[in-house]
């Protein structure tokens, strides 16, 4: 599995990969808008395909993941890239990581709780007001769950 931090060479390649899965660069997050199209990560490719991406973004001793997409599933792909972030975090000097999923995301919940993630904080409602800025934002998420609110996860280092 080849993994590349995000740079020039890729970067127009990873911008295409966040418009095909979430049709936008921007992403609201606890009433913050932020732009994916700016952001640190590592992407998994398969020849010349981004098939796996993560961002983030370290402010202070803190690095918080902004997205985490594996194209496919149960190959292994989300924890390579999540362990190249907790390497990037550890370097950096980082005592912790955080991230927010929302309420419907079951698959993130599991995931994240079997890597050392555990939960800290809720929103509720959050994305009520995440609407105010992204009207598109879905009413339902996966599995037909109302996509109401906010769960924030943390990882000790
Ligand atoms: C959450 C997500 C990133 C996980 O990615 P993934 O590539 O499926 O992750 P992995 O393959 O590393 O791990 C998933 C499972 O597959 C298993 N697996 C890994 N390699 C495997 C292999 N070669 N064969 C069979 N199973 C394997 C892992 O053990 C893991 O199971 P576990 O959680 O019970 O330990 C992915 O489901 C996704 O893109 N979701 C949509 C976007 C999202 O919700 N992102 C997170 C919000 S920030």
Redesign the pocket.
């Known amino acids: 599995m080849e993994i590349q931090r995000i740079d020039r060479a890729n970067r127009e390649a990873v911008d295409a990969f966040i418009l095909r899965r979430w049709f936008t660069l921007q992403m609201v997050v606890h009433g913050e808008s932020i732009d994916l199209g700016s952001a640190d990560g590592f992407c998994v490719c398969e020849g010349s395909e981004i098939i ?1 991406l993560i961002t983030y973004r370290i402010t202070g001793s803190e690095m918080e ?1 902004l ?4 194209l ?9 890239l999540l362990n190249e972030a907790i390497a990037r975090a550890k370097s950096a000097g980082c005592a912790c990581i955080l ?1 927010i ?1 929302t309420n419907d ?1 079951l ?2 919940l ?2 994240y709780q ?1 890597r050392g993630f555990d939960m800290v904080r809720f929103y509720r409602n959050a994305l009520h007001e995440a609407r105010k800025i992204k009207p598109e934002i879905p009413l339902i998420g996966a599995d037909g769950i109302p996509l109401r609110h906010e769960i924030e996860l943390e990882r000790i280092l």
Do not use: Q
């Open positions: 796996g993941i997205s985490l997409d594996s496919h599933e149960s190959r292994g792909i989300g924890t390579a991230l999923t995301n698959a993130a599991r995931f079997k």
